[in-house]
């Protein structure tokens, strides 16, 4: 789905850096979400934003920390990240969520690579 | 947590049938999702299902029990470009989407 964006695709930091990944959604929905997948791993959902608040937070480690400044912009900041934070970081948007058929639409990820 | 188990790998040859299963156990139920993802993409949503049956789509086609816990995703006249992997995805009592780790199908020619 080209309607969700992300930048950068690959990243590579040192575990004392300070980064930020960014996810924009051209399809006019209210719901945003950050996944992590892993190689062999089902998709672990991280954060959820509905009308800009967040309504979950799945237990993520604090050097992870969102921001969703409108319904339509989602970031990531990452800061002293660990080797095993390594994996594909897949933003996604639907319409409502919550709602049974409600359907997320997803970027093409970062590829993010901790040193 | 939520149980969403799928096969790892499977392989099948160009212009086959291949079917990949998904079971799950989950609290509650409110609809099931199948995606593709090819290597290196982001997934791609392929299918919904709520209702107990079989719903098609051109080559794919999806099917529920929920009595079961069971869903499979059948692809016809398979093609060289259908090989990706294939994400399992239920939405449980609190609306919440739990995936599976993803079936990996390789079409030879």
């Known amino acids: 789905e080209t309607g969700v964006t992300q930048t950068p695709r690959h990243l590579v930091m040192g575990m004392t850096n300070k980064k930020s990944l960014k996810c924009e959604q051209h399809l006019g929905h209210n719901a945003m979400y950050w996944y992590k997948q892993s190689a062999k791993k089902p998709l672990e959902l991280m954060f959820v934003?509905?009308?800009?608040?967040?309504?979950e937070n799945n237990s993520v480690p604090s050097r992870f920390s969102p921001e969703c400044p409108n319904s339509s912009h989602l970031f990531l900041h990452l800061h002293t990240l660990q080797p095993e934070d390594s994996a594909l970081y897949l933003c996604?948007?639907?319409?409502?969520?919550?709602?049974?058929?409600?359907?997320?639409?997803f970027g093409p990820g970062t590829r993010l690579t901790v040193l | 947590g939520q149980n969403i188990d799928q096969p790892t790998e499977m392989t099948a040859t160009e212009g086959a049938i291949v079917q990949i299963n998904c079971t799950y156990q989950t609290s509650g139920f409110n609809g099931l999702f199948w995606y593709q993802q090819h290597a290196g993409e982001a997934p791609t949503f392929l299918s919904y299902?709520?209702?107990?049956g079989l719903e098609e789509k051109g080559r794919f086609s999806s099917f529920l029990s929920r009595s079961k816990g069971y869903s499979y995703l059948l692809l016809k006249e398979l093609q060289m470009k259908d090989s990706a992997s294939y994400l399992c995805a239920v939405r449980d009592g609190d609306y919440k989407l739990s995936f599976g780790a993803g079936t990996t199908v390789t079409v030879r020619a």
């Open positions: 934003y509905n009308f800009k608040e967040q309504t």
């Open positions: 299902n709520v209702l107990d």
């Open positions: 996604a948007s639907s319409q409502d969520e919550g709602k049974g058929a409600d359907t997320q639409y």
